[in-house]
């Protein structure tokens, strides 16, 4: 088999990638370790930037996000049983942000893919990255216990944090930067009506807590927990109860509740591996970096990679010259290391650190005061959360 770009794996990145490079007149095969309904039923991001939005809406996508998503024109912040509204378009040029989840942005790319002809091969098994260094980069893997060799002239690694293409490179050649932090985030799908016209980040001394929604019937909630808390311990009563302590405010507000559904625990890190190209091997989305969920960026900077790649790859099929190409990593890694300032950012603000001294947890407090007191702070804030613009227009 060969293909033009062969792109491992189908996450908003890879499907993204494969449907902008098709609408440029490139061909791309996506291979996935997974089942199709797998990947269309997996929970996790929910928030999508203007721009994540407008992109979708700009290749046709935007139908069902706009029929069934939720715009949101601001955030709360909760601390000491009192609210802050940040009005973001306000702050922001009248740009908002989107609820809408991560695995129904999937559903939508699976199905244009497929019914543009596309090929999503599911189930491929031992994927592995070869000759990315040369002129004549291949993806040898098994499907249905057949092993295939997939030629192409460029190889998309866009398989996720966990995934084979990062792990491919040879050491030395990547630098990597992490944080760990010493906390997870404890998420629950409630069945219940929203508690809230829009999201709530709430800073407590019990720890962080958010509330988000995923539809008139179906809420996301989370709150900060040990990184290795066991979820069984945790039935109904006591993960309202806890809810309830870290979200209650003065004025005797509390989250509307319902039976709980799923409930999974998210580890907090931050990791960027630079640069994101090696030879003919271009790495997107979480296979790159990783940012604490805090800042609503992952699945956004995914697709900010991937727009930036295809522009990049559809000039060069076109003029046969690439500078974009060739500038892909350097271009993408400074919005990825403004979205981990972000990240950081929200983490810092929201959560309590164990082992934090007093003044510490003072200066948390001055600083969540300065946010919610200050236009300027709000502007900034705004800014980077319903996402920084392009920095080429005409990617
Ligand atoms: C709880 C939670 C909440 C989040 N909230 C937000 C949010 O509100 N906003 C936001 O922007 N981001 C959020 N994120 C982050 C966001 O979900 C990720 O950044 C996003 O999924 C990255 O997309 P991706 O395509 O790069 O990688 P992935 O979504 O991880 O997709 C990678 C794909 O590659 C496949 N794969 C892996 N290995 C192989 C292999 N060897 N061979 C073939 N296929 C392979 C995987 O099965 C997967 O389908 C959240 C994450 C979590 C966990």
Redesign the pocket.
Known sequence: MRTQVGI???????LMLSQLLHLAGIESIV????ARRE?EATV????LEQGTVDLLDSIGLGVRLHREGFVHHGIELRYDGRGHRIDLSAHAGGKAITVYA?HEVIKDLVAARLACGGRIVFG?AG?EPRGFDTDAPSLHYSADGVAQVLACDFIAG???????CRSAVPQGACHEFSRSYPFG?F?ILAEAAPSSAELVYTHHPRGFALVSTRSPTIQRLYFQCDPHENVDAWDDARIWSELRARLATRDGWAPVEGPVLQKNV?GMRSFVCEPMQFGRLYL????AH?VP?TG???????IADVRMLAAALAEHYRSGNGPRLAAYSSTALRRVWKAQRFSWFMTSLLHRFPGATAYEQRLQLADLDYVTGSDAAQSSLAENYVGLPFEDATC
Not at 31 to 34: D, F, P
Not at 296 to 302: E, I
């Open positions: 491992v794996g189908a996450g908003p990145a890879g291979l996935e370790a997974r990947i996790r991001a929910g928030v991560q491929a994927v866009c398989d996720g944090y966990h995934g084979v985030w998420g998210v997107a989305g979480d296979a990783i969920p609503a960026k992952g699945l956004n900077l995914a």
